[in-house]
């Protein structure tokens, strides 16, 4: 069974910038289509981005033009580039296939955006 494991999350001021990463124990990003999602304090679960198996992506309109979602598949690895962060967008980010897949919900990584 294929692993997901999310990185690069942390604590960054307002408009400030992080990339979070979503590696992969196969190869399976040329293949699927994958998601970024996240869940904030009391709100459910909402998916940010997608991308494609053959790199078409799409945005929650409450990110487009901030965020970008990209893949490198020789490594197996999953990005998503958040820039001009803003406190609405703290939450704990999931990456997972795209619709989702119960069995392949991981930890997560907190995102948090305060001064």
């Known amino acids: 069974q294929v692993q997901l494991v999310e990185s690069g999350g942390g604590l960054v001021q307002p408009g400030g910038s992080l990339r979070l990463s979503c590696a992969a124990s196969e190869s399976i990003f040329s293949i699927y289509a994958m998601g970024w999602y996240r869940q904030a304090p009391g709100k459910q679960r909402e998916l940010v981005a997608s991308i494609a198996s053959g790199g078409t992506t799409t945005y929650a309109d409450s990110v487009k033009g901030r965020f970008t979602i990209s893949r490198d598949n020789a490594k197996n690895t999953l990005y998503l580039q958040m820039n001009s962060l803003k406190p609405d967008d703290t939450a704990v980010y999931y990456c997972?296939?795209?619709?989702?897949?119960?069995?392949?919900w991981g930890q997560g990584t907190q995102v948090t955006v305060s001064s």
């Open positions: 997972n296939f795209y619709p989702p897949i119960r069995k392949y």
